[in-house]
């Protein structure tokens, strides 16, 4: 049932409107959408020049360089993943490096909703061209989500607020500033077509993602969560613990990878451990 003011996305692909639609839809056609197929659809130059890219073996020498390649991932993935519509959703598309100042040196990128704009880090310590690759796609996903689902308070707002707003509510965090099943959903999906159309492992770290969300919202997720997201079980104990390694997380504590206010401001900062 489609309640008032959000918009049935299946009749409006692949013409997505601003904030139009509940997320369940949107990760769900998301998730229904990423086949190994994209493939091809590539063109022969765009498929050879990403399976030199993600066999790059290291981190790249420079954020030009770097810069021209995330370009052209969020290209190929729009187009492969996001409906054409996913690139141009993005105002500002960059990269950072640790040096710079106030950016995360803990993150391997992150996602500004407020305005808009993807980040992936040069000096990612872990950084190859297939992290690159996956953190690229990753962040694209959050910018997807945050773009078009509904925060409504009626409906939406406790899926979609920052997680300082709505911590131990039990579902598992949100999805455009989290990681919980709304984002997991399509995330995985998205790795699996492109593990199996490249024949790679896209994002080792992306069960460390969840276990954050897990020992930040302090949530389990159900085994049958984990089946579909393609990791072994893991109890809400066992990540508490692995948090604790990490240095999280006291009950008071927000989060440290959420950073701004409440009403804006707030930019995902995604860890790749
Ligand atoms: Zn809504
Ligand atoms: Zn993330």
Redesign the pocket.
């Known amino acids: 049932m489609v309640?008032p003011?959000?918009r049935n996305l299946k009749s409006d692909l692949p013409h997505l409107r601003k904030k139009a639609y509940?997320i369940r839809d949107v990760q769900e056609a998301i998730a229904a959408n990423a086949k190994p197929d994209f493939i091809s659809r590539l063109s022969s130059d765009d498929r050879n020049w990403a399976l030199t890219m993600i066999q790059h073996p290291g981190q790249l020498g420079s954020k030009r360089e770097l810069l021209s390649i995330v370009n052209r991932w969020a290209r190929i993935f729009d187009k492969a993943f996001y409906f054409g519509q996913g690139r141009k959703r993005i105002s500002k598309i960059s990269v950072y490096a640790s040096n710079d100042g106030e950016l995360s040196e803990e993150a391997a990128g992150f996602y500004n909703p407020d305005e808009n704009a993807l980040y992936v880090r040069l000096d990612d310590p872990k950084a190859t061209g297939l992290r690159y690759m996956s953190t690229t796609v990753h962040e694209m996903l959050h910018a997807f989500l945050s773009y078009h689902s509904?925060?409504?308070a009626?409906?939406?707002?406790k899926r979609v607020m920052p997680r300082s707003k709505q911590r131990r509510n039990g579902i598992g965090g949100n999805a455009i500033e989290g990681h919980g099943p709304m984002f997991m959903n399509p995330m995985t999906a998205i790795f699996r077509a492109i593990g199996e159309a490249f024949g790679v492992v896209p994002d080792p770290g992306l069960i460390y993602s969840l276990m954050e969300e897990m020992w930040t919202e302090k949530w389990q997720p159900r085994p049958d969560q984990f089946e579909r997201w393609g990791f072994p079980y893991v109890s809400l104990d066992e990540a508490l613990q692995v948090g604790a390694q990490y240095g999280a997380i006291t009950d008071d504590d927000d989060g440290d990878e959420i950073v701004g206010d409440d009403e804006g401001g707030v930019r995902v900062v995604c860890n790749i451990m």
């Open positions: 309640a003011n959000h509940y509904c925060t409504c009626a409906h939406c707002k």
